[in-house]
């Protein structure tokens, strides 16, 4: 994993570069986003649950990632509300805290980075915790403590559609081929593996293109809180809700690092249509997705 990282590490530098130079720009980071979510997840997703030994103590990953998720949204908004901090910084600071990268940047990470944790536990904890969370608590703190949370309606709708996204459709394929004892012909494997590993080198690219040391100046205290809390306090919340849920082995592991990575990008797109502080969610969205190359592997040592 840490050559994984640092190797994510340089390509973030690598994105923020071509931003500097001109060749990509803020304008490109939907385009990235789309080929993400709509051509390289998808084969990625489906191979891993393809080829999964699915075992029993799955099911008690997304409950275990669900209680990490409300225990750091309780602390983050029970803190700025001790430090009266106005509604739109805290609810920014809220869902930049309690949820993570799960899907775009924690699957491909954890595919590509060797044994010691477990691939279908990872896609329950980004499916039917993180997509979960995602369209329910994140919009209903946006729309609590944005500036448009007088207009903002939330709805099913989002949770729906979010279900509905081709990563859910390659879980759904997986699911059939792994139930029917299916083995994937080399043809079809092979395009997937290739799509699938594009997904991490394009996060970081996108990463590295939203970079703005201009705003990271101005909000580093901030920054730096959601960064600990985030990559270092998550994590040892982590551990302690696998251990009392009864996980071990490769299952704990992954739940711990799960729990332990870098702020959402989907917060950002949230936060930004319900005008929260968006250059808070975008600065710690860069911030910890960069310390986090450091951090992940430090927990993965810690862990094996």
């Known amino acids: 994993m840490t050559e994984t990282a640092l190797g994510a590490l340089v390509i973030i530098l690598a994105g923020a570069a071509a931003r500097r130079a001109g060749v990509l720009g803020p304008e490109a980071g939907p385009i990235i986003v789309r080929l993400v979510i709509y051509l390289c997840l998808p084969p990625l997703v489906f191979r891993i649950v393809a080829g999964a030994d699915l075992e029993p103590a799955l099911i008690l990953v997304p409950l275990a990632g669900w209680v990490i998720h409300l225990v750091l949204l309780a602390l983050s908004l029970g803190t700025t509300r001790g430090l009266r901090v106005e509604r739109p910084r805290a609810g920014a600071l809220a869902v930049a805290t309690a949820v993570g990268n799960t899907g775009f940047f924690g699957l491909p990470l954890i595919a590509a980075s060797g044994g010691g944790f477990s691939l279908p536990a990872a896609v329950m904890y980004d499916t039917f915790c993180t997509g979960l969370v995602t369209w329910t608590s994140t919009v209903a703190v946006a729309r609590a403590y944005g500036e448009a949370g007088q207009r903002g309606r939330i709805s099913l709708r989002p949770l729906a ?30 395009p997937c593996e290739l799509l699938g590993d594009a997904v991490l080198p394009l996060v970081m690219i996108y990463a590295g293109v939203l970079v703005d040391l201009g705003g990271l100046g101005r909000l580093w205290r901030q920054v730096s809180v959601v960064a600990v809390v985030r990559l270092v306090l998550a994590a040892i919340l982590g551990l302690g809700v696998g251990l009392a849920f009864r996980l071990a082995g490769a299952t704990l592991h992954t739940v711990v690092l ?26 710690a969205v860069v911030t910890t997705t960069v310390v986090s190359t450091l951090t992940l592997p430090a927990i993965r040592a810690l862990l094996l």
């Not at 509905?164 to 029917?180: F, I, K, S, T």
């Not at 990575?261 to 249509?273: F, H, K, N, Q």
């Open 161 to 190: 559609r979010a279900f509905l996204l081709p990563p859910n459709w390659g879980l759904a394929a997986g699911l059939v081929v792994n139930l029917a004892g299916g083995h994937l012909p080399r043809v079809v494997e092979r």
């Open 258 to 283: 799960m729990a332990a990575m870098p702020t959402a990008m989907l917060s950002l797109v949230i936060g930004t249509e319900f005008r929260l502080r968006a250059d808070l969610i975008a600065a």
